[in-house]
């Protein structure tokens, strides 16, 4: 496989893993390394490459060749030799994965792991959501079904979101789903007023709470705020930085990768992070003189914490379960994400 791998020992991991996530650490430390010395022979029989989302389990990002966001993972699938692809988050993810990798075998170790944003939109209630709208242009971010997809004109990230919708001509409806907040941002940002939002939500994103982001900024008044626009706190935040009611100097809404980015490059080294707790263990383990906090301690999404190294090594020692999507509808969901690789943009990435 043409992959860079990340794999370390679970000995190294454990130094730079965040205190938020040792209680997701089921097993003593000989026996993950254990698990993960199954995983990686396994792989390697399989000729397997592994995929893991940022708000995977710590131990589950450190046995992965790549670790990243919902569209990044599917488009390094894309670059790799490998017929087997395991992808460790949530089914939408795998399903991904499948469309733009359709003759290669596609595993997730959980196929229950769901998404509440996902699940609040349906291919029925789209294509009714269509006929009221005859000639509107319909823009789903990518965390939808294939089934959604398939009816989709236009995929976009919460990365290039913005780069997309300035793409359409102005003069045409836009039908913005499943997200309502980040719909919401996008229209505020963007000035599009033409652009119906569907009321669908992110469980964890929705539940950041302001206040509580409020009283860790006021205990870490230099910290940078790294907000993602899936946030129900986002448009609130945004509205209060343009009002002069917070500091716009150190208050960022960005996408997944954006964060990772930003404590990359930033001079800042205290972070408080609004986003699932997940990412906090890749921030930490490639910034490790950095400090990063969750900005809500809440924020911890169940459907991801399903996968398991013990459910990642069932998966490649018993091939199952793997990821089928209906032919006729895989067509139409792939040109809806073809179409957002097409149009230019600063990342590809959510």
């Known amino acids: ?19 938020m996530l040792a209680r997701f650490v089921q097993q003593e430390p000989e026996e993950v ?17 592994i995929m893991a989302h940022n708000y995977q389990v710590p131990e589950v990002q450190d046995v992965a060749d790549f670790v990243g966001d919902s569209l990044g993972l599917a488009i390094e699938a894309t670059k790799t030799t490998a017929p087997v692809i395991v992808l460790c988050g949530v089914y939408f993810m795998a399903e991904t994965a499948k469309l733009l990798n359709p003759t290669r075998i596609v595993m997730i170790p959980d196929e229950t792991a769901g998404c509440s944003l996902a699940d609040s939109i349906n291919i029925e209630q789209l294509r009714e959501w269509k006929a009221q709208h005859p000639g509107a242009v319909v823009v789903s971010y990518v965390n939808t079904t294939a089934d959604v997809k398939s009816e989709t004109d236009i995929c976009v990230t919460s990365g290039n979101a913005q780069a997309i919708i300035n793409s359409i001509p102005a003069d ?15 229209k505020k940002s963007l000035g599009r007023e033409n652009m119906e939002i569907w009321a669908g939500e992110c469980h964890v994103h929705a539940g950041i709470r302001t206040g509580e982001i409020l009283e860790m900024m006021a205990q870490f008044p230099d910290a940078d705020l790294l907000i993602h626009p ?15 009611n917070l500091p716009t100097e150190n208050t960022f809404v960005l996408s997944t990768e ?13 972070h ?3 986003t699932e707790a997940g990412i906090l263990h890749r921030l930490q383990k490639e910034n490790p003189e950095g400090t990063f906090l969750p900005a809500d301690r809440s924020a911890v999404c169940r459907y991801m914490k399903q996968i398991t190294i013990e459910k990642l090594r069932d998966c490649l020692r018993d091939m199952k379960p793997q990821v089928e999507i209906d032919p ?6 792939r040109l809806s994400i073809e179409r957002m690789l097409a149009v230019p943009g600063p990342t590809k990435r959510d």
């Not at 496989?1 to 205190?19: C, G, S």
């Not at 390394?33 to 490459?49: I, P, S």
């Not at 706190?233 to 002069?244: I, K, L």
């Not at 006729?328 to 969901?333: P, R």
Request: proline content about 5%.
């Open 172 to 186: 045409k409806t836009i039908l913005f789903l499943p997200d309502m907040y980040l719909g919401q941002w996008l």
């Open 258 to 270: 954006g964060m990772i980015k930003h404590a990359h490059n930033a001079p800042t080294k205290t």
């Open 33 to 49: 390394k254990r698990l993960q010395e199954e995983v990686r022979v396994l792989a390697k029989q399989r000729n397997a490459v």
């Open 328 to 333: 006729e509808i895989a067509v139409k969901a």
């Open 230 to 244: 899936e946030c129900g706190c986002t448009s609130r935040f945004v509205w209060a930085a343009e009002s002069g």
């Open 1 to 19: 496989m043409t992959i860079e791998t990340t794999q370390t020992t679970a000995t190294e991991t454990r130094k730079p893993l965040h205190p």
């Open 272 to 274: 408080l992070v609004a």
